[in-house]
DNA sequence: CGGCGTCTTGAGTCACCTCAATGTTCGTGG
DNA sequence: CCACGAACATTGAGGTGACTCAAGACGCCG
């Protein structure tokens, strides 16, 4: 079930507003303009569509304009696992490149604008611009690296620290993108946030309840005000 | 503490026992000689060897010849945190092409031989030889799914399916290298593998007892005798 | 207004952790 | 060769944090 809009594009890039966080973060000039025709097309998604689906064969990864994803495996037991919450400037998709096959789902959680980069063109022009090269493995470092950071997240082992974290790197990722004013707003359920940190949803709400308690955050629906950003640190340590 | 041998080597590719497992796997002939030409060094570790540390500056990827390690974090708190278990012709290190940093330890198991492979030649020489290029993008996606795979294993509710899957990955990768002669061997310790399944030590020891208690496996020390797999395959579903 | 999905809150249970003691392995030095 | 200690592993007893089950509140939409 991919519903979905395509929408062709130009000069993707040149006038992209999360171009520094993204894939061509060196290339400028006449190198950005053979990007852009790397850039053909751009996909609108709706909450709740699928940008691709486990199984999928692979036709390209993803960069993230604007909006929000999640990304999540089927468990052997065929449950839903959250393996990641996505926001604009980062890219998803890497996992398919080795078997061509995609190994999870990604799912709009807001509606979301995403760059398709279809994988071989990235490769062939990445021979004719080394910058492109150096930008590209350094993109596939850096989502190395964010898994592992899970795998710490998910080594801590009290639910209150979990959440606390789950909230400080929410915090951080949002507020480099300057959608934040002072107020963290989830665009994921209850439900995917205790999947993601290995919680039953009812824990997730006790430990929100538990900083309310403790006037280190607001809550009122999906918005998380945060009041003490000093103690969170420390509790999330 | 880094304490290493290091070895000069030519030839290092086309002789190597796991080349098909390892980076080089598309390169015949003439290509397999630059890509030789890469590796100059390899190094010999000791068990409790560190190849590289928190921190250290990132100095290339390495891949394992032969042997095993671990990689692991320290979480803010200070406390370690296993992301992985290596064995012959993985990769490590990749986490660190980013930002030029390692964000984890490497550190000998069992002893072990690495080849060095400096990350600015591996880019040069993709760029000659596009095959390489794939490749090494196609290394970098096994590791992003690898990790996936660990966030989904981690996702499992119970201690016992959690030693399960970890069982059944064990088995198949020895397997795959032809190191299981049915018996597996576990190069960690307890401590490593509780740390890394998120699990108490006296938990792992208890769930291998009750594995032994209804005969799915057989226990020695460090080697595990998988008795009837069908049940343990249901175990971890 | 009613129905549905999402979230919160409470009560009770259990799986896993903690603490503590014992057992085993292995290296070291007498 | 054995004695000793340190590191690692097993086992038991007890406590508790998070899960499960169940009920109710809230917001959303027809």
Chains 1, 2 share one sequence.
Do not use: W
């Not at 507020?175 to 039953?200: H, P």
């Amino acid at each position: 079930m991919t519903v979905s809009r395509l929408v062709k594009v130009k000069k993707a890039c040149q006038n992209c507003n999360v171009r520094e966080l993204c894939l061509p973060t060196s290339l400028e000039g006449v190198e950005l303009n053979l990007m852009d025709e790397v850039v053909q097309q751009r996909i609108r998604l709706q909450q709740g569509d699928y940008l691709y689906n486990t199984g999928d064969g692979f036709k390209g990864i993803y960069a993230i304009k604007s909006g929000s994803l999640k990304t999540s495996g089927i468990t052997i037991d065929g449950k839903e696992q959250v393996t990641g919450f996505h926001l604009g400037g980062e890219i998803i998709g890497m996992d398919a490149i080795d078997e061509e096959i995609h190994a999870c789902d990604a799912i709009a959680l807001t509606d979301t604008e995403v760059c398709h980069l279809p994988f071989d063109k990235i490769r062939e022009i990445s021979i004719q611009i080394p910058p492109l090269l150096k930008d590209l493995t350094r993109i596939m470092s850096r989502e190395i690296r964010r898994e592992e950071h899970v795998l710490m997240l998910l080594g801590s082992t009290t639910a209150e620290q979990r959440i606390a974290r789950f909230l400080v790197n929410l915090y951080d990722r949002l507020q480099k993108r300057g959608e934040l004013e002072n107020i963290i707003t989830l665009f994921m359920s209850r439900q995917d946030v205790g999947n993601y940190l290995g919680l039953a949803i009812e824990t997730v709400s006790r430990q929100f309840k538990n900083f309310r308690d403790k006037q280190i955050i607001e809550v009122d629906k999906k918005n998380i005000k945060v009041l003490d950003m000093q103690r969170l640190l420390e509790i999330a340590e």
